[in-house]
Structure formats: C-alpha cells, structure tokens
C-alpha cells in the first residue's frame, strides 16, 4: 500500500470510530497510541489527527494529541437543527416504493439494534444504529447530501455511548429509537414518505432532548429545548 492510501486508510478508520461512537467526548487521542493501536507508523497517523482537526472534528492538544471536543448544549441544539434539516431532506428524497430486499436489510439492522440494546452492548448499540441510518440515507442518493450528513455524525458520534456509562445507564433512549425505526419501516412498507419523515425526525428530536437533559455541557437554560422547539 502506497502512503497516500494509508493516509486515507488511517483518516477514515478514525472518522468512522468518530461516527460510531468510540471516542467520547474529552477523550484524547494520542499519536504514538493510535499509532500502536492501528499497526502503523506516527506519520499517517498524525496526517489524519490534523485533518480532522481543520474539519473542527477533533481540538488540537499539543503536537502529538488531540482531543474530541465536548459540546455546550448551544452547539449541539444547532448541530441537531442542521441534521434534521439534512436528514430529512434524504428521507425526501428516497425512491418509492423500496425494494423488499433494501426492506429486508433495514428490518436486520434494526433488529441487530434492538437485540444489542436488550443486552447493553454499547458498541453494537451504536454501529447497528449507525448501519440503519446510513442505509436510509444511501437510499436517498446523492454523494453530496449523504456526505454532509456523515460530516455532521462525525460531530455527533463520540456522544453515542454516554447512556452506557455506569453512573448514567439509561437504555430508554436506545429503546424509544426501536420505537421510530419500527415506524420508520412500516411507513417505507406503506409508501408513505411523508410519515417515514415525521418518524425519523422525531428519532432524531427526542434522543436529542434526552441527551440535552442528561449528557450536554453549559447548563444554559435558554437553550435547553430549543431542539424540542425546532422539531
């Protein structure tokens, strides 16, 4: 493999852990750790750490780490408008009727999320949730809005598995995100796009209010439901 494809390759491992959820917010991330922990050199490693500091999804700690950035409660009210205008807009935008084999998929990933939500399996919680979502949005086409929406997961990711820490377990979540995918698939089955919308948006408005009222910094009370308003 040549540098430049290892560069990528190392880019997207770490994007992708962003967008999953395996890092959390505050984490830092280490040059000579990654390095390790991916079977590489420090270069590649430290190329990807800078671009993903100049998209402003990791804060520069140092030369040789970086640090996932924690989220006041105004950032992430304006990071969930943008993704429910987004997101809905790819919900639009999705061919009907689906094909019984795109359903079929939708309805595995769905229930993979279901079952890792039952055993508190964070990481399948969140890479079966990711898998559901992006299967809806490259539904939808168009490489331009489904990578505005990935650059806006990468955002949110890292806040994914803070319902699973010890002093905070709250599964209720997850489970009401069973609830809307479930909607989800029974609008696609019908046809009917507009309510396939309605329920991914308000997937995405109330796991945003959950997370406003028990993980997101700056308690701003001025701000704290504006997601709940904008849905």
């Known amino acids: 493999m040549n540098k430049v494809n290892l560069q990528d390759k190392v880019y997207l491992t ?7 959820g395996h890092f959390e917010p505050g984490a830092q991330l280490t040059i000579r750790v990654l390095a390790k ?6 270069v590649p490693v430290r190329d990807a750490l800078q ?3 100049a998209e402003r999804s ?18 992430f009210a304006e990071l969930t ?7 809905g807009e790819a919900m639009r935008s999705i061919p009907l009727p689906p094909r019984p084999d795109q359903l079929d998929a939708l309805e595995l990933a769905n229930r993979k ?16 949730n990711m898998e559901f979502h992006f299967m809806l949005y490259r539904l939808a086409g168009g490489e331009m809005l489904y990578g505005m929406i990935e650059t806006l997961w990468v955002r949110a990711g890292p806040m994914m598995r803070t319902p699973f820490r010890a002093e905070t377990y709250d599964p209720i979540v997850f489970r009401n995100g069973i609830e809307r995918h479930r909607e989800i698939l ?5 046809n009917d796009g507009e309510q396939a919308k309605q329920a991914l948006l308000r997937d995405i408005s109330d796991t945003a209010l959950w997370y406003q009222e028990h993980i997101v910094s700056d308690e701003d009370a001025d701000v ?3 997601v709940a308003r904008s849905a």
């Open 37 to 42: 922990a991916l079977g590489t050199s420090i």
């Open 224 to 226: 704290q439901h504006s």
């Open 51 to 53: 671009r993903l500091v």
């Open 14 to 20: 770490l994007r992708n852990a962003l967008i999953r």
């Open 186 to 190: 029974d609008a696609l089955q019908k």
């Open 58 to 75: 990791l804060e520069l700690r140092g030369n040789r780490s970086a640090c996932v950035p924690v989220i006041d409660r105004e950032h």
């Open 81 to 87: 408008r943008i993704r429910i205008m987004l997101e």
């Open 113 to 128: 999320f279901e079952l890792a939500v039952n055993r508190g399996d964070a990481e399948a919680v969140t890479d079966a």
